[in-house]
């Protein structure tokens, strides 16, 4: 095989391998940051909770506040109705007690209520609590294990692009620029294989004469449709 094209192969070879690592990259960079979305929306659930709950408790304080207030007023209540002179005070009286102890059993009422649904927040809140640990320390061992793969890949692409580096310095320089020009719009395919006489870049059918011309290896021959450079495999 002609030497020029030989070395097109392995190029083509080495920036695909470097191309390869931008998805897994990609992938690594995604888990963490969909954990990392995890986390900050049990966060704000937690802030939403605790919200909730300082809201009830403001409401038990008012509540308790109004009960003070009604307890005060059915002892004045009862201090009245024992200088009331005649029945006409009386009935006011007793009706102003029995108004006030109707609005004191509704706001006990009204407590027991509210200290359920804080008890129920503090339970959620305990809870989401937990999911919020597990996930920051699902976090931090995808992290570590995100940062291994990482220097594994980074290791491996310096390796491949040391030898890269090495191949270019052997290259013919217009062979290269003829290569990075279709390397342009073809990418990883710049470089194809043909099967079956058939280009595998664009994937139509060559000619019998560019199809010998492959075989042979003896120069850089191009597909006729597509334009990418061809080589032959040793299976088809």
Same mark, same amino acid.
């Given at each position: 095989?002609?030497?020029?094209?030989?070395?097109?192969i392995?190029?083509?070879?080495?920036?695909?391998?470097?191309?390869?690592?931008?998805?897994?990259?990609?992938? !690594?960079?995604?888990?963490?940051?969909?954990?990392?979305?995890?986390?900050?929306?049990?966060?704000?659930?937690?802030?939403s /909770?605790?919200?909730?709950?300082?809201?009830?408790?403001?409401?038990? =304080?008012?509540?308790?506040?109004l009960?003070a207030?009604?307890?005060?007023?059915?002892?004045?209540?009862?201090?009245?109705?024992?200088?009331?002179?005649?029945?006409?005070?009386a009935?006011?009286?007793?009706?102003?007690?029995e /108004?006030?102890?109707?609005? !004191?059993?509704?706001?006990?009422?009204? /407590?027991?209520?509210?200290?359920?649904?804080?008890?129920?927040?503090?339970a959620?809140?305990?809870? =989401?609590?937990?999911?919020?640990?597990?996930?920051?320390?699902?976090?931090?061992?995808?992290?570590?294990?995100?940062?291994?793969?990482?220097?594994?890949?980074?290791?491996?692409?310096?390796?491949i692009?040391?030898?890269?580096?090495? !191949?270019?310095?052997?290259?013919?320089?217009?062979?290269?620029?003829?290569?990075?020009? /279709?390397?342009?719009?073809?990418?990883? =395919?710049?470089?194809?294989?043909?099967?079956?006489?058939?280009?595998?870049?664009?994937?139509?059918?060559?000619?019998?004469?560019?199809?010998?011309?492959?075989?042979?290896?003896?120069?850089? =021959?191009?597909?006729?449709?597509?334009?990418?450079i061809?080589?032959?495999?040793i299976?088809?």
């Amino acid at each position: 095989m002609n030497k020029d094209l030989e070395q097109l192969i392995r190029l083509s070879g080495f920036d695909k391998q470097i191309d390869d690592f931008s998805p897994q990259i990609d992938a !690594l960079t995604k888990k963490l940051s969909a954990k990392e979305d995890e986390i900050s929306r049990i966060g704000g659930e937690l802030e939403s /909770i605790e919200a909730d709950i300082k809201d009830l408790k403001e409401q038990i =304080t008012g509540t308790n506040n109004l009960i003070a207030e009604l307890n005060k007023r059915i002892k004045d209540t009862g201090k009245k109705s024992s200088a009331v002179r005649n029945e006409k005070d009386a009935k006011a009286v007793s009706s102003e007690e029995e /108004i006030a102890k109707e609005n !004191l059993q509704s706001a006990n009422d009204e /407590i027991s209520k509210l200290e359920k649904l804080v008890s129920a927040k503090e339970a959620l809140k305990a809870e =989401t609590e937990q999911k919020q640990e597990a996930a920051k320390g699902e976090f931090d061992a995808l992290k570590s294990e995100s940062e291994e793969a990482m220097n594994a890949i980074q290791n491996e692409r310096a390796q491949i692009s040391k030898d890269k580096n090495a !191949l270019l310095k052997e290259m013919d320089p217009k062979i290269l620029a003829f290569y990075e020009k /279709i390397r342009k719009w073809a990418k990883n =395919t710049a470089v194809a294989p043909v099967r079956k006489q058939a280009c595998y870049g664009c994937f139509l059918k060559i000619n019998e004469k560019t199809y010998s011309s492959v075989v042979k290896g003896d120069e850089i =021959t191009t597909c006729p449709h597509c334009g990418r450079i061809l080589y032959k495999e040793i299976q088809d």
